[in-house]
Nanobody, 118 residues
Framework: QLRVVESGGGLVQAGGSLRLSCKFPTTILSTFNSMDMAWYRQPPGKERELVAEITSGRNTNYADSVKGRFTISNYRVKREMYLQKNDLKPEDTAVYYC?????????WGQGTQVTVLS
């Protein structure tokens, strides 16, 4: 069974919005709040980069390129994390990956493609 499952990618016009979701189906609720969670992305032909993270202490951090446009959040009862993306730009085109880190171990999802049309 997959430990991290992303969804919500697709095609969108520049200036539009998308919300990515990430589910952690094998995570038990008691450990959810002790996990660090993050979204990464890999644009075509480029290295994978950190987009946003939410720590176990509920702190959030964003890449400079997405500050003010993207918002990371999570919902413990549903064991889900989200990335709300507004004012999308063609340079946001990438495969987006969700991760969770607990006790030094990181699990990655398989990624979801986001394509922003100019």
């Amino acid at each position: 069974q997959l430990r991290v499952v992303e969804s919500g990618g697709g095609l969108v016009q520049a200036g539009g919005s998308l919300r990515l979701s990430c589910k952690f189906p094998t995570t038990i609720l008691s450990t959810f709040n002790s996990m660090d969670m993050a979204w990464y992305r890999q644009p075509p032909g480029k290295e994978r980069e950190l987009v946003a993270e939410i720590t176990s202490g509920r702190n959030t951090n964003y890449a400079d390129s997405v500050k003010g446009r993207f918002t990371i959040s999570n919902y413990r009862v549903k064991r889900e994390m989200y990335l709300q993306k507004n004012d999308l730009k063609p340079e946001d085109t990438a495969v987006y990956y969700c991760t969770k880190t607990h006790q030094g171990h990181t699990d990655w999802g398989q990624g979801t493609q986001v394509t922003v049309l100019s």
